[in-house]
T-cell receptor, first 111, second 115 residues
Framework: GQQLNQSPQSMFIQEGEDVSMNCTSSSIFNTWLWYKQDPGEGPVLLIALYKAGELTSNGRLTAQFGITRKDSFLNISASIPSDVGIYFCAGFLFGNEKLTFGTGTRLTIIP | EAQVTQNPRYLITVTGKKLTVTCSQNMNHEYMSWYRQDPGLGLRQIYYSMNVEVTDKGDVPEGYKVSRKEKRNFPLILESPSPNQTSLYFC??????????????FGPGTRLLVL
């Protein structure tokens, strides 16, 4: 099955820093999603993007649907301790009826 | 409270001993799905179900079975578990139709170890 390439695999940052991560695919998607997984829990949807070029914010989080429909980006501004976790991108193609997930970016905040 | 529940949360078993992981949702969702999560591989879909008695394979269905006899329940069955099925399993549901099917709500996960 197809997988999405997500980078970086891990990030070690200090509180207050901005974070950027991205996801690329060899094929197009109709929808791009970003999830966050806290330790010991299931992923939770953060942002959903439905149109190429769309830029959507959720608090300090901003995500973009790439114009080519083959990539997406997530930015977190002014990181705080509760941002720690694993971030997953996911793509959805109508008619395919399934989400394809990226490999995840593990975010750690250094005290 | 709207939620997806899985049981058990942790399971240690031996090769070849049949097991079932249950999944239940109380949101009247029609779409349900199972994923496995492995380090460096993200989440991969095992099976999904669009409605009662309608199931289909995801990306990694080998070694797994599912059933959907009721809307709220979607059990995952491992008829003869093997060590390569050691993983973290998530059940998810979404409000499709009547909502966006990509808006999936995940359960808390079941960590399985097959010896």
């Amino acid at each position: 099955g197809q997988q999405l390439n997500q980078s970086p695999q891990s990030m070690f940052i200090q509180e207050g820093e901005d974070v950027s991560m991205n996801c690329t695919s060899s094929s197009i998607f109709n929808t791009w999603l970003w999830y966050k997984q806290d330790p010991g829990e299931g992923p939770v949807l953060l942002i959903a993007l439905y149109k190429a070029g769309e830029l959507t914010s959720n608090g300090r989080l901003t995500a973009q649907f790439g114009i080519t429909r083959k990539d997406s980006f997530l930015n977190i501004s002014a990181s705080i301790p509760s941002d720690v976790g694993i971030y997953f991108c996911a793509g959805f193609l109508f008619g395919n009826e399934k989400l394809t997930f990226g490999t995840g970016t593990r975010l750690t905040i250094i005290p | 409270e709207a939620q997806v529940t899985q049981n058990p949360r942790y399971l240690i078993t031996v090769t070849g001993k049949k097991l079932t992981v249950t999944c239940s949702q109380n949101m009247n969702h029609e779409y349900m799905s199972w994923y496995r999560q492995d380090p460096g591989l993200g989440l991969r879909q095992i099976y999904y179900s669009m409605n009662v008695e309608v199931t289909d394979k995801g990306d990694v269905p080998e070694g797994y079975k599912v059933s959907r006899k009721e809307k709220r329940n979607f059990p995952l069955i491992l008829e003869s578990p093997s060590p390569n099925q050691t993983s973290l399993y998530f059940c998810a549901s979404s409000p499709y139709p009547g909502g966006r099917r990509e808006t999936q709500y995940f359960g808390p996960g079941t960590r399985l170890l097959v010896l």
